[in-house]
């Protein structure tokens, strides 16, 4: 069969119908009027017609069948041309069929094969690796990959027949001299050197001085750093990042060092250190290590914080009891500058973390009659459907004292005049959003994380009228905008201890603490002290002997800490499900049962009781459906650095996380790995 050319189509437009619809025209116009003269000449017009449009046909057809020549001809030169160009590329180039034979390989991805014969053959049997790195790679668009000594950009299309390969060696190797040569920067503070000094006689601070200049000189010509004193208790040193890589391996070993020979020579010192490195502006380098340095000093100091912009915090240390380090005149001016900034608020707004405890709560408690002593409208937030026996009963008994009090100044009233009433102080979070306006302050007792806050949404709100108030170490979590008020001292046994001690600095007869105020702020020092057995110094003491005086009840709050036979049957049943390992005690609850994350925490607290246990670890499906785990130690393990690891926080001997997942045992695991290579980590420090 005859194969007819189409007509090109710019030849088909309407340029083409007009002609051939005036042609038509104007032939059947000629046919008419040939006519008159006769059929003869009719019949003649009639076949000058049919020629005139058979040649016009053919001219137009041909002219379709030059111009598709032209194109196959155009086509094919840039075919070649681009056939050349992609075998000149510095590109390896290979085309397979969909069989996985090779079609088609440029002169450069040849070279790299070294056999010049693959045509026709498949991929896995020229080069078997490349064949698993493709198949490997086939939905991952471009992909760097290691092949044959090389790093290589793999990028594959077309279902995996078309395979581009970028030879990345040489710039490899450049990135890898560029990041030899960059530097780290550092920042040492001396723990406790202060107090210290303040004992000491001039030679014994000579020799104080002598000892730690002299121990971090020996550190910095071992690992090849650049060191300086910048005063008594401050250094700075920098470093490339190998040096930084061979610090990390060594563990910093420099704080064991100063920590062990500076308590044999009765002067107890310990080192914290900031370094930061990856970032190219030394400016903002040095202001990140000093960050850095801030909060391995938040955390209970000796111990180094490394972190660049871009990357969660690497810990090292940290894992000895913090010594103390609070002065009562950092106290003093943190209570002013409170003050202050209450002086120029028109309400305050208090919140603990989720899941109230009577630590959270009486220090909310205890910063609601602040605030009221400065004659501002106040609020607590609370989560009205998640709270614990002890906290209802004492949110109760609050609302209890400020109706009687409201009754007392409305019986008070003289000429008819309606006296100002004490609003109730619990809240809601939705509330506090309607009530909140922009010279409102917001105040975060016992936590320093925002994702454990109570009031997420209010926080956001008054994020630049922040203040912070805890006792936990710091986490590498921070806020959005920094806090105007940043107090946080995890040398306290609780966040009532430090309020307590703030209110002691307070003029108190214009609105003293109440009996059940006094008593939640003394059940929430005996809480995080566990009855004063465990981190208890002497200003824990003052606070719980101010807040006798003050009214604390201790048979109140005994009746606060009472717990339900339903509690106890709870508790024993966990008790059955412990676990014990060596040293380490864990209960983990069933995936399907839901359990009261403060009576979990308090099995972890027993298990601790146990002879032979150093940490407990309680498992536990919560009723917001995560899985809880409440970690406790002796303080020989630290727990912190284990609920680090895995997403949590606390302290050294009191930590804790929440995951989401669906199988408990899963977290279980989880846990294990991260006990695990903390407790191996200790074993080579």
């Known amino acids: 069969m005859k194969k007819y050319h189409t007509l090109p189509s710019f030849i088909k437009n309407y340029r083409v119908i007009y002609l051939i619809a005036v042609f038509s025209i104007l032939a059947i116009f000629g046919f008419v009027f040939s006519l008159h003269f006769g059929p003869i000449v009719a019949v003649a017009w009639v076949i000058v017609v049919a020629l005139a449009s058979i040649l016009i046909y053919s001219l137009i057809n041909s002219l379709g069948v030059d111009f598709q020549t032209y194109m196959t001809k155009l086509n094919g030169r840039v075919s070649i041309s681009q056939t050349s160009a992609l075998?000149?590329?510095?590109?390896?180039?290979?085309?397979?069929?969909?069989?996985?034979?090779?079609?088609?390989?440029?002169?450069?991805?040849?070279?790299?094969?070294?056999?010049?014969?693959?045509?026709?053959?498949?991929?896995?049997?020229?080069?078997?690796?490349?064949?698993?790195?493709?198949?490997?790679?086939?939905?991952?668009?471009?992909?760097?990959?290691?092949?044959?000594?090389?790093?290589?950009?793999?990028?594959?299309?077309?279902?995996?027949?078309?395979?581009?390969?970028?030879?990345?060696?040489?710039?490899?190797?450049?990135?890898?001299?560029?990041?030899?040569?960059?530097?780290?920067?550092?920042?040492?503070?001396?723990?406790?050197?202060?107090?210290?000094?303040?004992?000491?006689?001039?030679?014994?601070?000579?020799?104080?001085?002598?000892?730690?200049?002299?121990?971090?000189?020996?550190?910095?010509?071992?690992?090849?750093?650049?060191?300086?004193r910048m005063s008594a208790d401050r250094y700075l040193f920098f470093g490339r990042l190998p040096e930084l890589k061979s610090l990390e391996d060594d563990r910093f070993s420099i704080?064991?060092?100063?920590?062990?020979?500076?308590?044999?020579?009765?002067?107890?010192?310990?080192?914290?250190?900031?370094?930061?490195?990856?970032?190219?502006?030394?400016?903002?380098?040095?202001?990140?290590?000093?960050?850095?340095?801030?909060?391995?000093?938040?955390?209970?100091?000796?111990?180094?914080?490394?972190?660049?912009?871009?990357?969660?915090?690497?810990?090292?240390?940290?894992?000895?009891?913090?010594?103390?380090?609070?002065?009562?005149?950092?106290?003093?001016?943190?209570?002013?500058?409170?003050?202050?900034l209450f002086n120029n608020a028109d309400s305050v707004f208090i919140s603990g973390h989720k899941n109230a405890d009577m630590d959270s709560l009486g220090a909310a408690l205890g910063i609601w009659r602040m605030s009221r002593l400065h004659d501002l409208t106040a609020y607590i937030i609370i989560d009205d459907q998640n709270l614990q026996r002890d906290v209802k009963l004492v949110i109760g008994k609050i609302n209890d004292e400020v109706d009687a009090a409201n009754e007392k100044l409305k019986n008070q009233a003289t000429d008819g005049k309606t006296p100002k009433l004490i609003e109730q102080p619990f809240i809601t979070e939705k509330k506090a959003l309607s009530l909140a306006t922009?010279?409102?302050?917001?105040?975060?007792?016992?936590?320093?994380?925002?994702?454990?806050s109570a009031a997420?949404?209010?926080?956001?709100?008054?994020?630049?009228?922040?203040?912070?108030?805890?006792?936990?170490?710091?986490?590498?979590?921070?806020?959005?905008?920094?806090?105007?008020?940043?107090?946080?001292?995890q040398y306290a046994s609780s966040t009532c201890e430090l309020v307590t001690e703030?209110?002691?600095?307070?003029?108190?007869?214009?609105?003293?603490?109440?009996?059940?105020?006094?008593?939640?702020?003394?059940?929430?020092?005996?809480?995080?002290?566990?009855?004063?057995?465990?981190?208890?110094?002497?200003?824990?003491?003052?606070?719980?002997?101010?807040?006798?005086?003050?009214?604390?009840?201790?048979?109140?709050?005994?009746?606060?800490?009472?717990?339900?036979?339903?509690?106890?049957?709870?508790?024993?049943?966990?008790?059955?499900?412990m676990q014990l390992d060596s040293n380490i005690a864990t209960v983990v609850g069933e995936n399907d049962v839901f359990y009261n994350p403060v009576l979990a925490a308090q099995v972890a607290d027993e298990l601790l009781k146990i002879q032979g246990v150093s940490a407990s670890f309680v498992v536990s499906r919560r009723p917001d459906e995560k899985v809880g785990i409440s970690a406790r130690s002796d303080g020989s393990i630290n727990v912190q650095l284990i609920m680090e690891k895995i997403g949590g926080g606390g302290s050294l001997s009191n930590a804790a996380v929440q995951m989401e997942s669906d199988d408990i045992q899963e977290v279980k695991k989880v846990l294990q790995q991260a006990v695990l290579q903390i407790t191996d980590n200790k074993e080579k420090e």
């Open 456 to 489: 997420g949404q209010l926080l956001e709100k008054l994020k630049s009228s922040l203040i912070v108030i805890d006792h936990h170490r710091i986490a590498d979590e921070s806020f959005s905008e920094k806090p105007i008020l940043f107090y946080v001292e």
């Open 87 to 228: 075998d000149q590329m510095p590109i390896g180039v290979m085309l397979l069929s969909s069989h996985g034979e090779i079609e088609w390989v440029n002169e450069n991805l040849l070279n790299i094969i070294g056999d010049r014969t693959v045509l026709g053959k498949k991929l896995k049997d020229v080069d078997a690796d490349l064949y698993e790195l493709v198949q490997s790679n086939k939905d991952s668009g471009e992909t760097e990959i290691d092949w044959r000594d090389g790093k290589f950009s793999l990028q594959i299309q077309q279902n995996g027949q078309a395979i581009y390969l970028l030879d990345l060696t040489d710039v490899s190797r450049y990135e890898l001299l560029y990041e030899k040569d960059r530097l780290f920067y550092g920042l040492i503070s001396v723990d406790n050197y202060e107090e210290i000094i303040q004992d000491a006689t001039d030679s014994e601070s000579s020799r104080l001085i002598a000892f730690i200049s002299g121990r971090l000189d020996n550190w910095a010509k071992k690992y090849h750093l650049f060191l300086r």
């Open 438 to 452: 922009d010279q409102s302050l917001l105040v975060l007792v016992d936590h320093s994380r925002p994702s454990i």
């Open 502 to 577: 703030l209110l002691g600095y307070e003029d108190r007869r214009k609105s003293p603490l109440t009996k059940v105020e006094a008593t939640a702020l003394l059940g929430g020092i005996q809480l995080d002290t566990k009855g004063f057995t465990s981190h208890s110094g002497s200003r824990t003491f003052d606070a719980a002997s101010f807040l006798r005086a003050a009214g604390a009840d201790a048979q109140l709050l005994s009746s606060f800490g009472k717990e339900s036979k339903d509690d106890l049957l709870v508790k024993s049943h966990l008790f059955e499900l």
């Open 255 to 340: 704080l064991d060092t100063v920590r062990e020979e500076s308590l044999k020579q009765n002067m107890p010192l310990s080192l914290s250190v900031g370094i930061a490195f990856g970032v190219s502006d030394l400016n903002d380098l040095a202001e990140l290590a000093h960050r850095n340095l801030d909060l391995a000093l938040g955390r209970g100091g000796d111990q180094v914080v490394i972190r660049d912009n871009d990357n969660p915090a690497i810990y090292f240390g940290g894992t000895s009891n913090p010594m103390a380090k609070r002065t009562r005149v950092r106290a003093r001016m943190i209570d002013q500058a409170l003050s202050d």
